[in-house]
T-cell receptor, first 112, second 113 residues
Framework: DAGVTQSPTHLIKTRGQQVTLRCSPK?????VSWYQQALGQGPQFIFQ???????QRGNFPDRFSGHQFPNYSSELNVNALLLGDSALYLC???????????FGPGTRLTVL | DQQVKQNSPSLSVQEGRISILNCDYT??????FLWYKKYPAEGPTFLIS?????DKNEDGRFTVFLNKSAKHLSLHIVPSQPGDSAVYFC????????????FGKGTHLIIQP
């Protein structure tokens, strides 16, 4: 039973560029949430997708957008990258109606 | 404004003894609480959770206690093992799974032989 998978593992971009991160949820899960974890901090909620719609959003600007596909996989897009966007981006999946979220290994994004 | 606080950045415990990790929250709308464990270069791993209608939940060596009136929860690990050395995050949620999790900053637990 595959857990949550994310790609790529690492990514280096320059300021102003755009990036797309990908996530496949745990088998049987239908909800995907994205988090940003800066160094020394806990993960911060970006947004959650369910039934291909953004259901909830944290305190992140519109430069952060996402998508969920019919197979429940998801993408996180970040436009106009800033140095401060350098972080570990975590994807978590869950089953609608259940509280527990299960995390992938993350994508380490470095913005130069 | 940090809604979930873990005031101890690190904790050192001898192998075989009890580890107690603490967490405080300020948002009274939180009704579900979770603990995650994180190794370097890995995503957080779900450990144990508790609903606000309970005051204790146990799973093997791990027990979580919730004191709603004090807005405080704690994770007890007994006995502590070397593999327990990791960063532990407390998280809270409201909305029956339809909301994002709010995390604390984490406590680095070090188990000494």
């Amino acid at each position: 039973d595959a857990g949550v998978t994310q790609s790529p593992t690492h990514l280096i971009k320059t300021r102003g560029q755009q990036v797309t991160l990908r996530c496949s949820p745990k088998s049987g899960h239908d909800t995907v949430s994205w988090y940003q974890q800066a160094l020394g901090q806990g993960p911060q909620f970006i947004f959650q997708y369910y039934e291909e719609e953004e259901r909830q959003r944290g305190n992140f600007p519109d430069r952060f957008s996402g998508h969920q596909f019919p197979n429940y996989s998801s993408e996180l897009n970040v436009n106009a990258l800033l140095l401060g966007d350098s972080a570990l981006y975590l994807c978590a999946s869950s089953l609608a109606g259940y509280n527990e979220q299960f995390f992938g290994p993350g994508t380490r994004l470095t913005v130069l | 404004d940090q809604q979930v606080k873990q005031n101890s950045p690190s904790l050192s415990v001898q192998e075989g003894r009890i580890s107690i990790l603490n967490c405080d929250y300020t948002n009274s709308m939180f009704d579900y609480f979770l603990w995650y464990k994180k190794y370097p270069a890995e995503g957080p791993t779900f450990l144990i959770s508790i609903s606000s209608i309970k005051d204790k939940n146990e799973d093997g060596r791990f027990t979580v206690f919730l004191n709603k009136s004090a807005k405080h929860l704690s994770l007890h690990i007994v006995p502590s093992q070397p593999g327990d050395s990791a960063v532990y995050f407390c998280a809270a949620e409201s909305g029956g799974g339809a909301d994002g999790l709010t995390f604390g900053k984490g406590t680095h637990l070090i188990i000494q032989p």
